[in-house]
């Protein structure tokens, strides 16, 4: 969806003139004079629009070494900079063709009604491997222990703990593996221990002599070298401590049938609400620890269900039926063994079906107050919501409820580029079907991160990163330019202690990757809003320390940002309200626009309460309404059921759709 409105923000900026130093040699605030505004209404490109006259006859002569003060820096260089080179051709990896293109769903397989999905091609792209540990690295002996200890303290003074007689290991698959830990303190004093993630069906089990017992069988899915690490905690100084990792190599057994064959299990089906008169599909599937797949029965369906395959995965099988009437549907699954027919194991998965009126809401709904203001209220989209039980009352609820959606994980370059020449495209269109359907705009995320990249990114020469950057972001703007009014074009790029997060984008291209990508952006999305996105930088930390200088000399150099997203993934107790008031003001300052893009707030129990959930949020809300600059608040999801941060129940809904304290706080809010 294109918002009206003209793009500027690459134009030369004639402001009064200041020195800034470069990035490269110094994170330094550069300073300026006149002050950017804003009209309330999102408009894309109008960012760095100066409201008055964009020479300011009363600025103070800045000099250098001044205390910066407020307003956004000057591109010295009354030139716009050197357009970029042109995309290669043939591109660097292999472009989308029409084999990506999803087709229509013709089957009952999802829980929409209402408008037209598609899926991918029914390809199956196994998940990728986490970067491999090597037979060298296994030859190599134990890696060493990673010792940490709170800032300040002399290391020199006390020496670490560390696990007597410690050594990598070797077994069969099929066989048990004991391993004794026993953390000794050259200083005295015994030390503690804790282990990190055991592998599946590995115990860890307390001696009461001082040691523990790691005791494992791993099985076929086991082979290759897996690694396990417990970390000593020191008897004197707890923050003092030795993460050890051994490296534990499971080989096949010569005679596989050595290998004992345990009964396979159903995977769980977290507890769903549903709406009476709504398809509900459950994905059933069962696992083995020996990799392979037991075929799924459905021992009690409930009337009419209907027992569907799945698109692509023949291990899952889709239940579907529509509940009638209100109450809890127990329904029996059986798992049975590949190997062997007599081997199951069984689940009771439980759904709750409410009346339609069980989730009327009181009062306007959040969008049209929202609406009336000229704001956007939002949510990040949980990925394939439309095949959850519970999808239909998802899809109606923030469809009606909210009038922006974020892209939770579909349009993140794993999933939609997960091979080079492989795309899949369909849970983005997806996305923006629900959204033409509810008439939200949409917020793409993220073009640019370090996380949850394809293996094939990560693996890559560091010398091709720079074009498969720009690949990606042109194909994502080319597809979906029409559709996404905003773009978080880099996520994350500052590390958390400060200064520029070594990333594979930083290591391969230092800070430029940044102007790089926000250049590659607005040339293949002209009418896209720009945003740089990052977490705790609405408050004052380390991080801030490095926004403020990376975005005066982004405007320096006519890079065209539009604004910066806040994350602010933040819990019930947050009480920086003032700082992010002035946070945000120094981005406004800048002539940048503000987007609160990932608010959740989580309750830690006995701790907090929803009411202290809800003030945050009603904080939150009425700082970003307050703000002109601040064109939109959007929260990471809607309701706890479907929360990355689950357990702390950090979101507007509860798990069962029925709205918290923290909704009607919105909802006062917004009213006012
Ligand atoms: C999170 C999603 O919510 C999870 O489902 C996924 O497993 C990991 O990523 N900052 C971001 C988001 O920019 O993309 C992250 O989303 C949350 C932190």
Not at 159 to 174: R, V
Not at 321 to 327: A, V, W
Not at 331 to 348: C, H, M, S
Not at 368 to 384: N, S, T
Request: charge should be negative; charged fraction near 20%.
């Amino acid at each position: 969806m294109h918002l009206v409105g003209v793009s500027i923000s690459t134009m030369p900026q004639l402001r009064t003139l200041v020195l800034c130093l470069s990035m490269t040699t110094a994170l330094t605030a550069c300073s300026g004079s006149s002050s950017g505004g804003g009209d309330g209404v999102t408009n894309a490109g109008d960012s760095n629009q100066p409201t008055t006259d964009p020479v300011n006859p009363d600025a103070p002569d800045v000099n250098p070494g001044d205390e910066p003060t407020a307003g956004p820096p000057v591109n010295p260089n009354p030139e716009p900079p050197a357009a970029l080179a042109p995309l290669p051709n043939p591109a660097t990896s292999e472009s989308p063709g029409f084999d990506d293109e999803p087709s229509n769903i013709n089957r009952p397989v999802t829980a929409i009604t209402r408008y037209f999905l598609v899926e991918n091609p029914a390809r199956r792209i196994e998940p990728q491997p986490t970067l491999g540990i090597t037979e060298t690295d296994f030859a190599t002996g134990m890696p060493p222990a990673v010792i940490t200890a709170e800032n300040g303290f002399d290391t020199s003074t006390n020496s670490a703990p560390y696990f007597d007689g410690l050594t990598n290991q070797e077994i069969d698959a099929g066989q048990v593996l004991n391993v004794l830990y026993k953390p000794v303190d050259d200083d005295g004093g015994l030390p503690g221990m804790f282990p990190n993630e055991l592998p599946e069906s590995a115990t860890f089990t307390d001696n009461f002599d001082g040691t523990k017992t790691f005791s494992w069988m791993p099985l076929q899915g086991d082979i290759g070298i897996t690694p396990f690490t417990v970390t000593a905690v020191d008897g004197d100084v707890p923050s003092y401590r030795a993460e050890q990792t051994i490296l534990i190599k499971v080989n096949a057994p010569a005679d596989p049938s050595t290998i004992p064959n345990f009964p396979p299990v159903v995977n769980e089906v977290r507890e769903h609400t549903v709406r009476v008169g709504d398809p509900v599909l459950l994905e059933l599937k069962g696992s083995d620890r020996n990799s392979t797949y037991p075929s799924v029965e459905v021992l009690t369906p409930p009337p009419g269900a209907t027992v569907l395959p799945h698109y692509i995965f023949e291990e899952i099988t889709v239940l579907r039926f529509i509940p009638e009437t209100p109450g809890v549907i127990n329904i029996d699954v059986l798992a049975r063994d590949a190997d062997d027919p007599n081997l199951t194991g069984t689940r009771t998965i439980s759904v709750t079906a409410e009346p339609k009126e069980a989730f009327a809401l009181p009062g306007e709904r959040l969008r049209a107050l929202a609406g009336e203001r000229g704001f956007r209220l939002g949510f990040a989209a949980v990925q394939e919501f439309y095949y959850r039980p519970d999808g239909a009352l998802y899809s109606d609820l923030a469809g009606l409820e909210f009038n922006i959606v974020s892209a939770e994980n579909s349009m993140k370059w794993d999933y939609i580029n997960p091979e080079p020449g492989t795309f899949r495209w369909a849970d983005a269109d997806n996305l923006i079907a629900f959204a033409k359907h509810y008439n939200h705009i949409v917020h793409g995320h993220p073009m640019i991160w370090h996380r949850q990249l394809p293996i094939w990114i990560r693996e890559a020469p560091e010398a091709s990163l720079e074009m498969h950057m720009r690949e990606f972001i042109d194909r994502l703007a080319v597809r979906y330019g029409d559709d996404v009014a905003i773009w978080d074009v880099i996520n994350e790029p500052i590390a958390d202690e400060g200064g520029f997060r070594r990333s594979i984008w930083y290591n391969a291209m230092g800070e430029d990757y940044i102007d790089i990508a926000f250049r590659q952006a607005r040339d293949s999305d002209p009418d896209g809003i720009l945003l740089l996105n990052e977490y705790d930088i609405a408050w004052d930390t380390p991080k801030t320390e490095t926004l403020f200088p990376l975005l005066d000399s982004l405007l320096l150099k006519s890079t065209p940002i539009d604004g910066v997203g806040f994350q602010l993934h933040i819990d019930a107790n947050f009480d920086k309200f003032d700082e992010v008031e002035a946070n945000f003001q120094k981005v406004a300052d800048l002539g940048l626009d503000i987007y609160v893009t990932e608010l959740d707030v989580a309750i830690t129990a006995g701790v907090a309460t929803e009411e202290d959930q809800a003030t945050v949020y009603a904080r939150i809300l009425d700082i970003c309404l307050n703000q002109p600059r601040c064109k939109a608040l959007q929260i990471w999801g809607f309701t706890d059921q479907y929360s990355w941060r689950r357990d702390q129940n950090p979101l507007v809904f509860d798990s069962a759709y029925k709205p918290k304290p923290a909704y009607f706080a919105l909802q006062e809010r917004l009213a006012q």
